[in-house]
């Protein structure tokens, strides 16, 4: 997608902490950290939010669960993490890929607002 920042990224037109690749993913970290640990995994295929996953193909849809599994063993995170996807105005949604955010490394608050 022309103009897309994530795409950008993906491509390696704009640098990234890269930290996970397949076929179908990409995972970086996020440059506006939240917690100690704060890594955005996208699918390649651009479609704007997580509204819209379900025009992904089936075996990318399975590919992002599968790496958010992976790229949480390689981060350590054993003690848990939180998966969000901000979906448009009201969520602050603020690039229009759907990324998925990985935070973890601390205690966090029952509080998801
Ligand atoms: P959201 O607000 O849910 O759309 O999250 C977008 C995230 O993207 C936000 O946490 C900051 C991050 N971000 C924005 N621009 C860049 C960038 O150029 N590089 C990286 N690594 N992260 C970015």
Do not use: W
């Not at 790496?67 to 939180?82: Q, W």
């Amino acid at each position: 997608m022309e103009n897309c920042l994530f795409c950008k990224i993906i491509q390696g037109d704009i640098p990234s902490a890269k930290v996970y690749e397949d076929e179908y993913c990409f995972a970086f970290r996020d440059i506006n950290p939240q917690a100690p640990t704060h890594i955005l995994l996208v699918p390649k295929m651009h479609v704007a939010n997580i509204g819209e996953a379900c025009t992904l193909p089936a075996k990318v849809q399975t590919a992002l669960f599968a790496a958010i599994e992976k790229i949480a063993a390689a981060e350590k995170l054993e003690n848990g993490f939180r998966v969000v996807s901000n979906c448009g105005k009201d969520a602050c949604q603020s690039v229009n890929h759907l990324h998925l955010h990985i935070l973890g490394g601390k205690q966090m608050s029952e509080s998801m607002s």
